[in-house]
């Protein structure tokens, strides 16, 4: 089955940057939308960032003006740049596929996630 890999989480500082990357590899992927999730102990997935296969994209009320999402289709990756972190943002985040707008209801199975953590 098509999977989603993501990579680029890591350690940084309160008002500091993070790229996350999602590397696809099958067919859905160029035809799908991407999303971002995230999520933290104990708490639901929350969505962050979606971006259509035409490059619409649309944001969670808390991550907009600071997180930008975009696609190269011709490496099949997705890519989620953060900026001004937050402590409140230190997560796991993870990627999927959804084929429908409406819903946004994801198509593959959970990844390994990356993790974020926002820490003096």
């Known amino acids: 089955q098509e999977q989603l890999v993501e990579s680029g989480g890591g350690l940084v500082q309160p008002g500091g940057s993070l790229r996350l990357s999602c590397a696809g590899s099958g067919r859905i992927f160029s035809v799908a939308a991407i999303t971002w999730y995230r999520q933290t102990p104990g708490k639901q997935r929350e969505l962050v960032a979606v971006?259509?296969?035409?490059?619409?994209?649309n944001y969670a009320d808390s991550v907009k003006g600071r997180f930008t999402i975009s696609r190269d289709n011709a490496k099949n990756t997705v890519y989620l740049q953060m900026s001004s972190l937050k402590p409140e943002d230190t997560a796991v985040y993870y990627c999927?596929?959804?084929?429908?707008?409406?819903?946004?209801?994801?198509?593959?199975?959970w990844g390994q996630g990356t993790q974020v953590t926002v820490s003096s």
């Open positions: 999927n596929a959804a084929l429908s707008i409406a819903t946004l209801t994801p198509v593959l199975q």
């Open positions: 971006v259509t296969s035409g490059g619409s994209t």
